[in-house]
């Protein structure tokens, strides 16, 4: 199993341009979720989704897109980026439905500047 | 609501010392506890997690006591190495509706001289 995959691992952005973080896993998770991590802001739930067709927003969603067409997939896309999203983006899965003792398991990350 | 905090980084210690990363945490209920470690260029992964009261986790010689009285889960190793060089990440879960977002703390860097 390659896990959870993220490309690309590097972009850099102007401001204004949009673009798709891709995200894929391949253990058949139904939970999917997007992170950004910030310095001294740790992780910030960006959206999420609990089986292919649903998704719901996280603490963070603004700028921000998702869908969920497959169980395999959850792509983000940036709509027009701004500078103030330059952080690391983390694609997290786990095999439960947000349950209490869900281990997630996450990408390697990709790292986001916007000039 | 449900928070997690830990102590500041960054941690800096010689190999074989003895290390503690302390978290404490609010919850209502009876949360999961878990250590996710983040080595550099990486994303994050679990470490350990105790899912109730006096559960221990462990492992990769790290240890970590569900301490309900105290309201703690602190992160502990005998003896550390260099490739324990990393982000230590504590967070918690709780039961129902909102309460069941992962909520995490804001990580401990950890770094190891030979």
């Known amino acids: 199993n390659a896990g959870v995959t993220q490309t690309p691992k590097f972009q850099v952005l102007k401001t204004g341009q949009s673009m798709t973080l891709q995200c894929a896993q391949d253990?058949?998770?139904?939970?999917m979720s997007w992170y950004r991590q910030d310095p001294g802001m740790g992780l910030r739930l960006i959206h999420y989704?609990?089986?292919?067709?649903?998704?719901d927003q996280g603490e963070v969603p603004n700028g921000y897109n998702v869908s969920r067409s497959t169980t395999e997939d959850f792509p983000l896309r940036l709509l027009s980026a701004a500078p103030s999203q330059t952080s690391v983006y983390f694609c997290?899965?786990?095999?439960?439905?947000?349950?209490?003792?869900?281990?997630?398991?996450f990408g390697p990350g990709t790292r986001l500047t916007v000039l | 609501g449900n928070s997690v905090t830990q102590m500041e980084g960054p941690v800096t210690l010689s190999e074989e010392a003895f290390l503690t990363i302390n978290c404490t945490y609010t919850?209502?209920?009876?949360?999961?506890l878990f250590w996710y470690v983040q080595y550099p260029g990486e994303g994050l992964q679990l470490l350990l997690k105790?899912?109730?009261a006096d559960d221990k986790g462990s492992n990769k010689g790290f240890e970590a006591t569900y301490r309900k009285e105290t309201t703690s889960f602190h992160l502990e190793k005998g003896s550390v190495q260099v490739s324990d060089s990393a982000v230590y990440f504590c967070?918690?879960?709780?039961?129902?509706?909102?309460?069941?977002?992962?909520?995490w703390g804001l990580g401990t860097s950890l770094a190891v001289n030979p």
């Open positions: 997290a899965s786990s095999a439960g439905l947000a349950g209490i003792t869900d281990t997630q398991y």
């Open positions: 253990m058949n998770h139904e939970y």
């Open positions: 989704s609990v089986g292919a067709g649903i998704t």
């Open positions: 919850a209502t209920g009876y949360p999961s």
């Open positions: 105790a899912t109730k």
């Open positions: 967070a918690l879960r709780g039961g129902a509706g909102n309460n069941r977002k992962l909520i």
